[in-house]
């Protein structure tokens, strides 16, 4: 029986299409000479290409500085914007920076080598950065003087940071001298005066990543493609936002947490998942009408249509593991606050455009809270062929009120899974898909990405790794290790068949999810 929620319409709370579809790609995945995607001329192209096959969503991963491993998930802070994604190209059309040089062989086309990429791009906007003090126009000045104006709620404890954690070598805000770790005013004072040019810096950096955001979403919009942003539920314990807030987290008078996050032992890791991400502190954050999220999602909601709450679970309840315990065996369950922070969330910002990752160990409290706010849930559909006939990842299973992946940033690619599938989910999935039982895997991974287009769900989303068919060494993530080439894949356009746009667009077609495509005529 489908619930009020399921049949509820969509358009005025993402103002989206009833059912609409898009393509998961990261924005460092993009193709460049500069060592990694960004918002410059290939997120523009790649803006048109969305278009031109039909498409109403891109989904990108968080777009907060990265952290240990390279993670978008482990930020430095929850608020401020990654410095890779800052296109050089607007820099020197401004006249602030010269012509980049590259290193001597360039970068690799394939991967972001992150090691060498972020210095390389971090002096590049440095170089930009005393050239807009010195050359910028009184309009430049002035719209720079007003963002900071307008952003000094979070900006001005988030370049601080940076500039501390820069004068300290790198070392995390509790290794300090204590005067700082504890923001004692007088300390914070003498800072911003010792390092004021540093500060500058980073509030340039920022400036630029906004209006550059801005700029691009734009573009989106008047081609009729909406950005789909993503919030981590937890931030990293050397972060901007610990530091500023340490009594909002499960911190002891050194800065170190007293419990951790992580999720329990299940089939696939018998130790669990110790993530270490600290806790929040719920009754102090409710005590404060959860202004600090509220902060945080208004940012979020300037900077993309729609978002996805990565582990929404954990806002029902999460598992808590001891700071001292190594692995996750040794975590209980805590109830989160639940429906009275999205209340008071949407109390201050309006009905929120959220679809909830509610993958993993699902409960029914974690059910009736998503229902309860008519948010989408996930569907994976490739993984419905590991689990059989009867499990709800399966197409003809989805609820209308869901969103459905092919396969996700997390999860292995389809061709990744089909390659080395066993012969009981390889018969299942051929006869399912009505293939061959011979099918190669570009022609699984063309399948399932059809069947993710005829779900029955109101949104559809493909990574740009099945669209290419492309197997495991091209997965984006293998959640609970770090290195390995995490996060680093790119796409380049020699990859992409001149005739892909126009399949996905009579895939998309054929399913609904946009009007349908004029009949092609003879030459």
Do not use: K
Not at 179 to 198: G, I, K, N, T, Y
Not at 312 to 328: D, K, L
Request: charged share 20%; glycine share 10%.
């Amino acid at each position: 029986m489908t619930t009020s929620t399921e049949t509820a319409p969509t358009r005025n709370r993402m103002n989206l299409p009833d059912r609409c579809c898009g393509v998961l790609l990261h924005v460092t995945s993009l193709p460049g000479a500069h060592g990694s995607g960004d918002f410059g001329p290939e997120a523009y192209r790649f803006v048109d290409w969305l278009a031109a096959a039909g498409q109403s969503l891109w989904q990108i991963l968080p777009l907060n500085p990265i952290g240990p491993g390279n993670s978008p998930y482990q930020s430095v802070s929850a608020l401020a914007g990654n410095p890779l994604l800052v296109a050089l190209e607007p820099l020197v059309e401004r006249g602030w920076l010269a012509p980049a040089r590259l290193p001597a062989g360039g970068f690799d086309a394939q991967r972001v080598d992150f090691a060498r990429v972020v210095p390389w791009r971090m002096a590049r906007l440095r170089e930009a950065g005393a050239g807009f003090f010195a050359r910028a126009g009184a309009a430049d000045r002035a719209a720079h003087a007003a963002w900071c104006e307008a952003q000094a709620g979070w900006l001005a404890d988030d370049a601080l940071f940076m500039a501390l954690e820069a004068a300290h070598g790198g070392q995390p805000w509790w290794a300090w001298p204590v005067p700082l770790r504890d923001r004692h005013p007088e300390a914070l004072h003498a800072a911003r005066r010792a390092h004021a040019d540093e500060i500058a810096l980073w509030q340039f950096v920022q400036w630029c990543f906004d209006t550059q955001l801005a700029a691009l979403r734009g573009h989106a919009r008047a081609r009729g493609v909406a950005l789909m942003g993503d919030l981590p539920i937890f931030i990293a314990h050397h972060s901007a936002d610990c530091w500023a807030r340490p009594d909002l987290f499960a911190l002891d008078a050194a800065g170190q947490p007293t419990v951790v996050a992580g999720c329990p032992p299940d089939g696939y890791t018998p130790e669990g998942q110790r993530w270490g991400n600290p806790l929040y502190r719920w009754e102090r954050m409710a005590a404060e009408g959860y202004a600090w999220w509220t902060a945080r999602l208004r940012r979020l909601l300037a900077q993309a249509d729609l978002f996805r709450i990565d582990h929404f679970r954990g806002f029902a309840g999460y598992w808590e593991v001891p700071a001292t315990c190594p692995t996750a065996r040794e975590g209980r369950w805590v109830a989160g606050p639940g429906a009275a922070l999205f209340e008071a969330l949407q109390a201050e910002l309006g009905t929120l455009p959220v679809v909830a990752e509610d993958l993993g160990h699902i409960t029914p409290d974690v059910v009736a809270l998503r229902e309860r706010f008519g948010w989408p849930g996930m569907r994976i559909v490739y993984e419905g062929f590991i689990h059989g006939q009867a499990h709800p990842f399966l197409p003809h299973h989805h609820v209308r009120n869901c969103l459905a992946y092919s396969s996700t940033h997390d999860s292995d690619t389809v061709r990744g899974w089909w390659d080395g599938a066993p012969r009981a989910q390889r018969e299942f999935a051929t006869g399912y898909l009505g293939l061959a039982s011979d099918a190669d895997g570009a022609t699984v991974a063309q399948a399932v990405v059809q069947a993710t287009l005829d779900s029955p769900a109101r949104l559809a989303l493909v990574p740009m790794q099945d669209l290419l068919g492309l197997g495991s060494e091209h997965r984006m993530n293998r959640p609970g290790t770090l290195g390995g080439g995490n996060w680093g894949w790119r796409f380049a356009w020699d990859d992409v068949d001149a005739r892909l746009a126009e399949g996905l667009g009579r895939m998309t077609a054929a399913s609904a999810r946009r009007p349908a495509l004029p009949a092609r005529t003879a030459a």
